[in-house]
Structure formats: C-alpha cells, structure tokens
C-alpha cells in the first residue's frame, strides 16, 4: 500500500535560516507527490508537486521540494523562513491504484522572530 | 477565479443530532471530495465524486454519514446522528478531472464541528 511519513511533529527553525520539512513515501510505480499548507482555521493550501522531470520542484512562497528517487524522499525547503511561514506541512502521495491522496500526519513549523 | 467555498465554516451540535455541510467547488471542476480531518491528523478521504457520480466511499461510515452532488456541482455532506467522535474539521476539495494522476486537489476552508 501507498503511504508517506513525516518524521518530525514539529520543526524550529529561526528567521532568516534555510528551513527543511521531511517526507518519506513508499509507493509502487512511479511516484505523484505533493506538498500543502495549512494556516489556522484555513483549508489546505498548494504549494507544489512531483509528477515527472527535475528533481528540484519551485513551488509558491519561495517554497521548494527535492525529489529523491534513491532515499525515497520528497523534503520540503526554503532558503529564507519567514515568521509567516509558520503553519501545518502535509505532504501527500497519489495512490496509483486508486487515485486517492494519501496525506502524512503533518508537520508544524514554527518560525522564530 | 473563486476558490472552493464551504458552510457553515463553524458548527455546534449536541450528540445524536443531525448536521449538514455545503460545498460549492471550483467552477468547471468535475471531481468533488469530502475529507475528515480530527485535530492532529491528516485528512482522511470520506467520499469522492466525479461528476455526480460516486468514484469512491470506502471509509464513509454510510450507517450515519451520507453525500450527495445531484447535479454535479454543489455538494451536500449529512451526518445523522452526530456521535462525540464526528467532532473534526470536514474539508471539501476539487479538481479539474482531466489530468489523470497529475490533477491537483484545491481545498476549501473547511467547516469545523463540535459534537457535544
């Protein structure tokens, strides 16, 4: 079966510092991966995906993600955090048999003034 | 071009009550999804249409929560009756339908339920 995983409950991380959010997948076939962006009493904003080509994915907000065939990762960066970047990370793989999303269990991250 | 809308975005009921939810999806978007996110989760697929038709319901508790897009565009999601466990965040989300795999979910804000 399809899954993701998100090590990490919650990430610090000061402003100004290149921030990381980690995603592991396990997926059979080739894989469709997605970040999203939860605010406060917010739905579930878009950030980025994966579907084919450059390993390195430029997404919203300055927001980027590394595809990682070998490590089976899908990591979330950005070079610069901002204190409004701190929110609820999910990030999500396609089920390949069923279409579904299959979403981790997120990760905060707080960003430090 | 408007987003996914929902409503109410807030809703209080006491248990064994009945509850409805609206989604209006990004317009020209054929597939609907409603999820249930309980606090410290990811969302959890309820039931996904395409169209007005339903594609999947798996892990719709169909003995107390029902959904239905008539005419392929709004949404209803009704919960009768409410139990303490319902208490979550119920999001609906669209997409265009035609990219296969490479389609992308667009999420509403949610409407966030107390059951009491």
């Known amino acids: 079966a399809q899954s993701v995983a998100q090590p990490e409950d919650q990430v610090n991380v000061a402003e100004g510092n290149p921030l990381t959010v980690k995603c592991t997948y396990s997926?059979?076939?080739?894989?469709?991966l997605f970040w999203y962006v939860q605010y406060p009493n917010r739905g579930l904003q878009f950030l980025l995906k994966?579907?084919?080509?450059?390993?390195l994915v430029k997404g919203s907000y300055g927001f980027e993600a590394e595809f990682n065939k070998s490590q089976t990762s899908f990591h979330l960066k950005k070079p610069s955090a901002l204190v409004s970047d701190s929110a609820l990370y999910f990030c999500?793989?396609?089920?390949?048999?069923?279409?579904?999303?299959?979403f981790g269990t997120g990760t905060r991250l707080k960003v430090l003034a | 071009e408007a987003g996914v809308a929902q409503s109410p975005r807030y809703k209080i009921i006491e248990k064994r009550q009945s509850v409805a939810f609206w989604c209006n999806p990004i317009?020209?978007?054929?597939?609907l999804y409603w999820y249930q996110q309980i606090l410290g989760q990811g969302p959890k697929l309820l039931i996904q249409?395409?169209?007005?038709?339903?594609?999947?319901d798996s892990q719709l508790p169909k003995d107390r929560f029902s959904a239905e897009r008539l005419k392929g565009v709004d949404s209803t999601l009704k919960i009768q009756p409410a139990k303490l466990e319902d208490s979550a965040v119920y999001l609906c989300?669209?997409?265009?339908?035609?990219?296969?795999?490479?389609?992308?979910?667009?999420f509403g804000p949610g409407t966030r339920l107390t059951v009491l």
């Open positions: 989300a669209s997409s265009s339908g035609t990219s296969g795999m490479r389609d992308t979910q667009y």
């Open positions: 997926v059979s076939g080739n894989p469709y």
């Open positions: 994966y579907i084919t080509g450059d390993n």
């Open positions: 999500a793989v396609r089920d390949t048999g069923t279409y579904k999303y299959i």
């Open positions: 317009s020209g978007h054929a597939t």
């Open positions: 249409f395409q169209n007005n038709g339903v594609v999947d």
